[in-house]
């Protein structure tokens, strides 16, 4: 709403110069601070709209949440740094923003879900650690997941894995992923590639190599590949995995599946309404979420379209 009323400014401003547009006669008086500060404001607010569509995309996935949190803290803190050009209602509201940053979304970039979705998104992994012991702890909690997966006793427990076929496991959330990596994404906005690009730009560098055995080394052959451009599908990138690191390949989908928010399953019972709209009558409540899932993942299940 913002952007689009200093768009018109010019508009405006020829319009109340000539007709009184309000009651009683009396012209819309805009001054050239407010104009100023309505400006200042949409561009302190624009990295938090670009950020909202990136996390409200349908291929969003929680990997994406720290680099985006941290890039929104850069920003405010850039603005700041420029304090002197600030009028003081768009300080304040800089203020505020970065205060709710570091209140509400801080704590999401310290749990361990979050980060370890990071660190398997192969365009991102430990980039964004904030220290070397750090990224050894996180390393070390994922090897321990790709032991849980295998149900494994510790390190022999995965000694000939590599090279197995993976194994599909059961719920929506596995499955929910391999309907995404057999449609091709349609291009991400700019906006998430440019976070990406600076994420990997802040890296520490160089971090020392390991040799270790079974779940440990599968995440050290993983943090040892190279980044993958920020435009690249992680979960594309996992299913070519998934016969070299099977179990690896099997936690790290299931993370990047993790919706980061409430709207991509809103999408779905929204657009199952628009199919099933004429027989919603008949529905059973209990089967709504599996008539959502198969709805969506058709192509993956090899069944023919719905589509007329």
Not at 129 to 139: D, F, I, V, Y
Not at 144 to 161: I, N, P, Y
Not at 239 to 248: D, G, M, Y
Not at 259 to 269: A, D, G, L, R, W
């Amino acid at each position: 709403m913002m952007s689009r009323l200093v768009e018109l400014k010019d508009v405006l401003e020829g319009m109340t110069s000539t007709t009184a547009i309000l009651p009683g006669g009396m012209g819309l008086d805009i001054s050239s601070t407010d104009w100023l500060t309505l400006s200042q404001m949409v561009d302190v607010l624009k990295p938090f709209k670009e950020t909202t569509k990136v996390l409200c995309a349908l291929d969003a996935s929680l990997g994406q949440v720290i680099p985006l949190v941290h890039a929104l803290d850069r920003g405010l803190t850039s603005c700041l740094a420029e304090g002197h050009s600030l009028l003081p209602r768009s300080r304040a509201l800089v203020l505020r923003l970065q205060d709710g940053i570091r209140n509400q979304l801080h704590p999401l970039c310290k749990d361990r879900v979050y980060q370890l979705s990071c660190l398997c998104d192969p365009r991102i992994k430990g980039s964004l650690a904030g220290s070397l012991a750090e990224l050894q702890g996180l390393k070390a909690e994922l090897s321990l997941e790709v032991c849980k997966v295998t149900g494994g006793q510790g390190r022999q427990a995965l000694s000939g894995m590599r090279g197995h076929q993976v194994e599909l496991r059961e719920g929506s959330s596995q499955e929910g992923s391999l309907s995404r990596c057999a449609n091709p994404r349609p291009s991400k906005p700019t906006y998430l590639a440019s976070v990406i690009a600076w994420a990997v730009s802040s890296s520490a560098g160089e971090r020392p190599s390991e040799e270790q055995e079974s779940a440990e080394a599968m995440v050290m052959d993983y943090m040892s590949e190279p980044l993958q451009p920020p435009m690249a599908d992680p979960l594309r990138y996992w299913a070519s995995k998934a016969e070299i690191w099977p179990p690896l390949s099997s936690v790290a989908m299931d993370l990047l599946s993790i919706p980061p928010t409430s709207i991509q399953s809103e999408q779905v019972f929204s657009q199952l309404g628009d199919v099933l709209m004429p027989h919603c009558s008949c529905l059973d409540p209990g089967t709504v979420e599996r008539l959502a899932f198969i709805r969506f993942n058709l192509s993956a299940l090899r069944f023919p379209s719905l589509e007329p």
